[in-house]
């Protein structure tokens, strides 16, 4: 039997591929809504981001997220990120 393929994804913050499962993915819905995609399965354009607060720097500085969901994120879309990384960061 074939093993069963895992799914990668690049990471915006860190640029590092990643297992799809291991990151935390942002949609922009077709309404255009900004969302944490929890089950990785909404439709819409997505980008995947490290479980990690360095990443979120990361992209947070190079404007990565905006460039990549072609829009500009809410503060509080940016604020959950924030929490969901700490708690998720050993030694945060």
């Known amino acids: ?17 990643r297992s799809k499962r291991e990151m935390v993915r942002v949609v922009r819905t077709p309404e255009g809504e900004i969302l944490i995609d929890e089950s990785g399965k909404k439709s819409g354009r997505g980008a995947y981001l490290c479980p990690q607060v360095s990443c979120l ?10 460039r990549v969901l072609e829009t500009p994120i809410p503060e509080d879309v940016w604020q959950d990120l924030q929490a969901r990384m700490e708690a998720t960061t050993p030694g945060a």
């Open 1 to 17: 039997m074939k093993p069963r393929k895992i799914p990668q994804r690049m990471c915006i913050g860190c640029q590092q591929m």
């Open 57 to 66: 720097q990361a992209a947070v500085k190079a404007k990565r997220l905006q």
